[in-house]
């Protein structure tokens, strides 16, 4: 896909490394799979930006004490940035749904260079925003929804 710079040589790779080998300036700051909540230890913000539901809801369930996270998601038209300061009772709708990953084109992309959504690169830029504004110790929104 020419706008996240992958070819077809990168399907079924996993993207962060595919990631690290293409630009130097990359840093991952676990190159394994996020499996068990131990995991998580140890950093300032997680930043969850994978299309993988499975992981999501490791992240959301997670009961490490002081872990905070943030979640950037798209598919199709629609994006979301959910935050460990949402209302946990929000979780189960946000989890919703069958196993696996999926694509942030949607179900309606049919993979031609036509019709591409953008939404990735907007909760990107959001989630720096908001990122930003945390780290600076500023108020920052728990949960935004982006609809185009």
Known sequence: MTYQRF???????????????????????????????DQL?????????????????MLYKANVEGVKWLDLRS???????????????SYDTLLAGPDGSFSCQGDSWDGSKEG?????????????????????GESVNPFMVVNV
């Open 41 to 57: 230890k140890g950093y300032d913000l997680v930043v969850c930006c994978v299309d993988n539901l499975n992981t999501r809801r």
């Open 7 to 37: 070819t077809t040589d990168d399907v079924g790779k996993n993207k962060a490394l595919v990631m690290k080998m293409n630009y130097e300036q990359v840093k991952i700051g676990n190159k394994y799979p996020i499996l068990v909540d």
């Open 75 to 89: 598919q199709g038209r629609n994006a979301a940035l959910v935050s460990y300061q949402a209302e946990p009772s």
């Open 116 to 136: 591409i959504h953008f939404m990735h690169a907007v909760i990107a830029s959001i989630g720096a925003q908001w990122m930003q504004r945390w780290f600076a």
